[in-house]
């Protein structure tokens, strides 16, 4: 492993290597903080793809990947003395003693993890003198699962949670039912008006559905992003190879039944798939 002298030489080797890039390189010295935002987001969904799979080697690539934009920022902030890095390093460090009284100042001393995370969000709140919001630091346009994952740990921070994991399922069952009432409501619709408005009311008891779903997820200790992504990859594996199969059989799946597609589906499972 790097020492801490080892590593701060090679952080000021990026650095360098960051101004040159943007003074030498024609495409590096065009872009702005706006063209380089898509990349920003690609690069979060690529580390995350590492972290599940576990792979070190690639994670440390992912990082630094992600480190990149950051420095980008940082130096195109610098031309217009706007901010540089290490402004960026002050804040976030400024941020991390504030939110840890407890480490780095007179606060109680709490016993475990959970005795920070209960208190995280109040703790948070104090940062704007108490006029920040508990959600107001959720982005609108993040996805949805993330966002559903994020309120419901932030409403956690502040004591706002079950008692009780078990007593979720109460609700789990109850927004279920609902949601069952709502898409009855629409096939027994005898409109297009009454049709509409069911629709839009079955959105909604959907949403609650997969909403308290992922809070039983969470109290019970389970990612629902990567457990639904795991779904999502071992359907299209399977898909695949069912799609391959009556390829090499000369066949379309158009053409098949669902029983002969089941077959197949069958076999994919069977392999482990």
Not at 157 to 176: A, L, S
Request: charged share 35%; with cysteine.
């Amino acid at each position: 492993m790097n020492s801490k002298q080892e590593k701060l030489d090679k952080i000021s080797r990026l650095l360098d290597v960051m101004d040159r890039l943007r003074e030498e390189c024609p495409w590096n010295g065009a872009q702005t903080t706006e063209s380089i935002r898509p990349m920003t987001v690609e690069e979060v969904y690529e580390l995350r793809d590492a972290i599940i799979k576990g792979d070190q080697e690639e994670i440390k690539t992912e990082l630094g990947d992600r480190l990149y934009p950051i420095v980008f920022y940082a130096r195109i902030a610098s031309e217009t003395d706007k901010f540089d890095i290490g402004d960026v390093a002050q804040k976030i460090t400024d941020k991390m003693v504030f939110r840890h009284p407890h480490v780095f100042g007179d606060g109680p001393k709490p016993q475990t993890a959970d005795d920070i995370a209960n208190t995280w969000e109040l703790v948070k709140a104090k940062e704007k003198g108490g006029n920040k919001r508990i959600m107001s630091g959720i982005p609108n346009s993040m996805p949805s699962m993330l966002k559903a994952i994020s309120v419901q740990e932030k409403a956690r921070g502040t004591g706002f949670d079950w008692e009780d994991k078990h007593d979720v399922w109460d609700k789990v069952k109850e927004e279920m039912g609902e949601y069952q009432r709502e898409l009855d409501a629409m096939d027994a619709a005898g409109s297009e008006e009454e049709r509409a408005e069911a629709i839009s009311r079955a959105e909604g008891e959907l949403g609650d559905f997969i909403f308290s779903t992922i809070n039983a997820a969470r109290l019970y200790g389970l990612d629902p992003d990567k457990a639904l992504n795991r779904t999502c990859n071992k359907f299209m594996s399977r898909f695949t190879y069912l799609e391959e199969k009556t390829i090499r059989q000369g066949r379309n799946l158009k053409d098949m039944t669902l029983a002969e597609m089941d077959e197949i589906w069958d076999e994919a499972k069977k392999k482990g798939l």
